[in-house]
């Protein structure tokens, strides 16, 4: 039986992987009081398996290595993409600037043990991945050293042999680095004083105000007696709402552009929360009506939501797509990977939205045939522009950056080059009429199947050396890596605190994306309560996830 095992090949390497990824997931199970290593026992599987006699040719496991790392990198790329550069405005941008400092943080304090030590600098690479739980930082680390190894006359052999001594200091270093993680926010807790019922209050008045809200307005403003609602487009505000329904003599009716406004007329208005009182500027004061009253009125007016479909309708605004004159209909909200957007009419359309209309049947149904509306056909993933971006990513990643300084020239690598180009393609694309949309639960299937095939090739690459470094010194390595995951963490919540005032829940996502640590993200949720830390969580990810893969790579370079 161990002799199909044993015997190389491709069914052998098939057969062992398979084995590695199932016992692994199946173990990620259990959890001890809510916590987790989830696909990390993937990793310590692959090791023991190796440990004790099970091994995949080299550039076979190098190839499952790689293309597995690519695959995850690129769909969280995919994801994220859209809204990256969005994360950088208002409050985005001091979180970001403090996850930018949690990442110098870290390789600051993995350098400063390097020179008091004296330990190997690619260990300590190994160490800081594992610390702040950075898995695609270990997959950048890896390549470089590898590349780096093979460009000096180095053999395949000799360059895995390279890499598995960082393997191993990240298997080491990851248990602790998810405890201490936990760690540090109960202990930030218990520094801050916090009281949750009173951090939920203080979370919604500090709450960045972009969420939807539909209020009823009565027209008593004599600036706008007498105009229609095209000519108020003219004003600044105007971008900013959406009158999705008018109430005249008890009669409601959908609003075209050339409706006149006269006084006393009851208006719904959709808008962000930020400027409700900008609406009432323009209109007049909230009329309190239930929502009921704008059903019962008038049956020929319905709410639908429309899937946008057809790829011909990405990258459209809707202002060019001109609804409302067109189909009298009109536009209120936009769905896009389960955030809720203001339907303004510089807002781009693509496919895999779902938009929230009001109008006649007729004129929805016509609307219908323009975005598609065939839900169903995005149940098939469209896999032109993965392949292609993957493709990409990999050119990228090959373009030699050099740098004065440096021996080798740095590389974004297969890792920073697929995530830059996944980052690029998903936010851009829709503006290029590039269809990138793809379901959340094949994103997800792409990510679990590369992050689970890297997981069990850098196991299974690790293990043959993982007991003698740790017994040969490795222990220490726990230590280092305990000091890199809770020196940085602490420093960045105290700032966040005393200087900028966040609230604890903006803190918990911050540390958690931070660190790129899922299980922070699911512990601090589970704990204190909150959706909030999700969105602060998904704010900084991006660019922490782009730091820490070229911060490992940068490290490697300065030891070559």
Same mark, same amino acid.
């Given at each position: ?60 496991? &190098? ?11 690129? @769909?969280?790329?995919?994801? $994220? ?49 594992? @610390? ?70 203080? @979370? ?35 971008? #900013? ?21 006269? !006084? ?9 929360? /930020? ?9 007049? !004061? ?23 479909? #057809? ?28 955030? !809720? ?52 990513? $990999? ?30 393609? &998903? ?65 960045? @919540? ?11 829940? #903006? ?18 949720? /589970?704990?204190?309560? &909150? ?30």
């Amino acid at each position: 039986m161990m002799k199909i095992f044993t015997q190389g090949g491709t069914a052998s390497a098939i057969l062992i992987l398979a084995l590695v990824v199932a016992s692994g997931l199946y173990l990620g199970r259990i959890k001890v009081k809510g916590i987790s290593l989830g696909t990390t026992w993937i990793l310590f599987v692959g090791i023991i398996l190796s440990h004790l006699g099970l091994r995949i040719d080299p550039t076979m496991l &190098s190839f499952i290595k790689d293309f597995g790392l690519i695959l995850f990198v690129f @769909a969280i790329g995919l994801q $994220v993409g859209p809204g990256f550069f969005s994360a950088f405005k208002k409050e985005g941008l001091p979180m970001n600037m403090l996850s930018i400092g949690l990442v110098l943080l870290a390789v600051l304090t993995a350098l400063l043990i390097h020179v008091i030590t004296g330990e190997s600098l690619v260990t300590m690479t190994g160490v800081m991945s594992g @610390a702040v739980t950075n898995t695609p930082g270990l997959g950048a680390a890896q390549q470089t050293l590898s590349d780096a190894t093979i460009a000096a006359g180095g053999s395949l052999e000799e360059a895995t042999d390279a890499v598995s001594g960082i393997a191993s200091a990240y298997a080491v270093a990851y248990p602790l680095g998810v405890l201490g993680a936990i760690f540090l926010l109960i202990l930030c807790k218990a520094i801050f004083k916090i009281d949750l019922k009173a951090e939920k209050q203080l @979370a919604s008045k500090n709450e960045n105000e972009e969420n939807l809200l539909r209020i009823a307005c009565k027209v008593e403003n004599p600036a706008i007696f007498g105009r229609t609602l095209g000519q108020l487009t003219s004003d600044m505000i105007a971008d #900013k709402f959406v009158v999705s329904r008018v109430m005249r003599d008890n009669v409601v009716s959908f609003p075209e552009s050339d409706f006149v406004l006269q !006084e006393g007329d009851l208006l719904l208005i959709v808008t962000n929360l /930020q400027y409700r009182d900008n609406v009432k500027i323009v209109f007049g !004061e909230e009329y309190p009506m239930d929502m009921s009253q704008w059903q019962r009125s008038d049956t020929n007016l319905v709410s639908r939501r429309l899937s946008v479909t #057809k790829s011909a309708i990405t990258g459209k605004s809707l202002r060019s797509l001109d609804v409302r004159k067109k189909y009298s209909v009109t536009v209120t909200r936009v769905l896009r990977a389960g955030i !809720e957007l203001q339907a303004e009419p510089d807002l781009l359309l693509q496919v895999g939205d779902s938009i929230k209309v009001v109008g006649s049947e007729e004129g929805i149904n016509q609307l219908a045939k323009l975005v598609g509306n065939k839900p169903e056909s995005l149940a098939k993933p469209n896999l032109i522009p993965i392949f292609f971006g993957m493709a990409l990513g $990999v050119l990228v990643g090959l373009i030699p950056l050099r740098v004065s300084s440096m021996p080798q020239p740095l590389k974004l690598g297969l890792a920073g080059g697929s995530l830059i180009v996944a980052i690029l393609l &998903s936010y851009f694309g829709p503006k290029l009429r590039i269809t990138t949309y793809t379901a959340l639960s094949a994103n997800l299937m792409i990510r679990e199947i590369g992050i689970s095939l890297f997981m069990a090739a850098v196991g299974i690459g690790a293990g043959e050396t993982f007991i003698e470094s740790l017994v040969n010194g490795g222990y220490i390595w726990v230590l280092y890596g305990f000091i890199i995951t809770v020196l940085p963490m602490l420093v960045i @919540a105290l700032i966040a605190r005393y200087a900028l005032k966040m609230d604890f829940f #903006k803190i918990c996502g911050l540390l958690a994306g931070g660190t790129t640590d899922p299980a922070l993200l699911s512990f601090s949720e /589970q704990m204190y309560g &909150s959706g909030r830390i999700a969105v602060n969580y998904a704010t900084v990810y991006p660019l922490t996830m782009f730091l820490r893969v070229v911060a490992a790579q940068i490290l490697i370079m300065i030891c070559i």
